[in-house]
């Protein structure tokens, strides 16, 4: 579970992406607007206006006779500075005034540093003061001049402003509540690729109709044109297998029987043993090939029955079950195999009779082939959850468990099979089975000893 868990948080997705490349670009916009900030608060302006400068030598020129009363003006208007500046306690970048009398230091704003000399009129200078910048600009009216010392240096200013926490802070409080509007905004503007997914997930492979769902948006519906396009040349080059595969069995089909008829008029010509056992030879690989014809014409039918989509009727699996064990009798007392049929009240399924019978027939006649002389191969049918249940168990060499997967691929057959096959047999039971809805699972017999087939079909309506 936690495994699942982390693939899960971990595996890539366009939703995450898509959200990372927002938070991305919130913080490249964040950061050019700190630049911006950074870029203005270290050029040539300065953040006090000469309005400001001229009301602070008014308030030093009015106030020359009362130096008390001057010093109290001048450090109320250099705390409302202070105040108006700061907006969260950054005292490094509030500005400090140095106010000139007559060549005489009037005021000095606290923390200031000293060494500082003033600048010229309305010129804009920077000082360094023990290695730091300071940026500094005069306006001088009579005899008073006033200086502005402002904090100089992007990096410097960028350390200072981030030292309070006003880069990152920000970002840290802003990108957490902008995940949901962003996975909001992102689940619905993605709605329509996932009505696309579900449609492809749901499909079957045999089903290579053109996806239904016409999204009118470009990138999607490109999407959507590639997959119907990519659909159609796979339905085409099914077509021509199946088609080639048809007309290849029905070909062969002649000469396997002229084979065997002549093949038969030469054993009762055949006097030599060592002659006959030739022949028998021959027959036996002709019975094995046109065995291979026959399973490929079976397999051939079922899918053409499964695409031109012909009208179920209700078919009697019970008695289905009962022909089709009296035909298949013969070849289990040959064998030495003992049929034995367990069927209670009639159970109908919607189906093709011929596809029907063609799934009795391969799991019947594989139980026999692989049973042992002298053993039984056993049929039930019952009725479980609105399912007929069909179970075909023998008392063979079973297969590996981790081959029940495989077993169902055309011409697979499980290593070290002694009895001869084309490795069809199963393969057309599950197309069958899916041809009807339903659902085929192999375990082991009862006893661990055989295999058990299990094939679940959707029971018919109330006939």
């Not at 927002?22 to 490249?28: A, D, E």
């Not at 130096?67 to 490094?92: C, H, K, M, N, T």
Request: a positive charge.
């Amino acid at each position: 579970m936690m495994r699942r868990c982390w693939n899960l948080l971990w595996r890539p997705t366009l939703v995450r992406r898509l959200m990372l490349a927002q938070m991305l670009m919130l913080t490249v916009l964040w950061s050019l607007a700190v630049a911006y900030v950074l870029f203005e608060g270290s050029g040539e302006g300065s953040n006090v206006t000469r309005s400001v400068l001229r009301a602070i030598i008014s308030v030093a020129d009015n106030l020359a006779d009362q130096p008390q009363r001057q010093q109290q003006s001048l450090r109320a208007i250099d705390e409302a500075l202070r105040e108006e500046f700061e907006q969260g306690q950054v005292q490094e970048l509030a500005p400090r005034i140095l106010v000139w009398r007559d060549g005489k230091l009037v005021y000095k704003s606290p923390d200031t540093p000293s060494g500082i000399r003033s600048a010229g009129p309305e010129k804009m200078e920077i000082v360094y003061v023990k290695g730091q910048p300071w940026r500094s600009r005069s306006l001088v009216e009579g005899s008073t001049r006033v200086t502005v010392l402002e904090l100089g240096g992007p990096w410097q200013f960028f350390v200072t402003i981030n030292s309070r926490g006003y880069y990152l802070l920000p970002l840290l409080i802003s990108l957490p509540f902008l995940l949901l509007p962003a996975w909001l905004s992102i689940r619905l503007a993605m709605r329509p690729w996932r009505k696309v997914a579900q449609e492809v997930a749901a499909r079957g492979p045999q089903d290579l109709r053109p996806l239904t769902f016409k999204p009118p948006h470009g990138e999607l519906a490109a999407l959507v044109d590639n997959i119907n396009a990519l659909l159609q040349r796979v339905d085409a080059s099914a077509a021509r297998e199946r088609s080639f595969i048809a007309d290849a069995t029905h070909e062969l089909r002649t000469p396997l029987a002229a084979m065997r008829v002549n093949v038969e008029a030469l054993q009762s010509q055949a006097h030599a043993p060592h002659q006959q056992e030739l022949l028998d030879g021959i027959l036996n690989s002709g019975n094995r090939a046109a065995r291979l014809v026959g399973q490929l014409l079976q397999l051939t039918r079922s899918e053409v029955q499964a695409e031109t989509g012909r009208q179920p009727l209700p078919q009697a699996l019970d008695i289905l079950l009962q022909d089709r064990l009296a035909a298949l009798s013969g070849l289990a007392q040959l064998s030495g195999i003992e049929l034995e049929l367990q069927a209670g009240a009639s159970q109908y399924v919607l189906g093709q009779r011929e596809s029907l019978v063609s799934l009795i027939d391969n799991l019947v006649e594989n139980a026999i082939k692989y049973s042992p002389r002298g053993s039984s191969v056993t049929v039930s049918l019952h009725a479980e959850r609105g399912q007929a249940v069909l179970h075909v168990a023998d008392q063979g060499p079973g297969i590996p468990p981790a081959l029940y997967g495989r077993v169902f691929d055309r011409f697979f057959r499980a290593p070290q099979q002694s009895q001869p096959g084309s490795g069809l047999g199963l393969a057309i039971v599950a197309s069958v089975v899916q041809q009807h809805g339903g659902t085929i699972q192999l375990h082991r017999a009862n006893g661990g000893q055989g295999l058990l087939v299990e094939v679940r079909l959707p029971l018919a309506p109330s006939v």
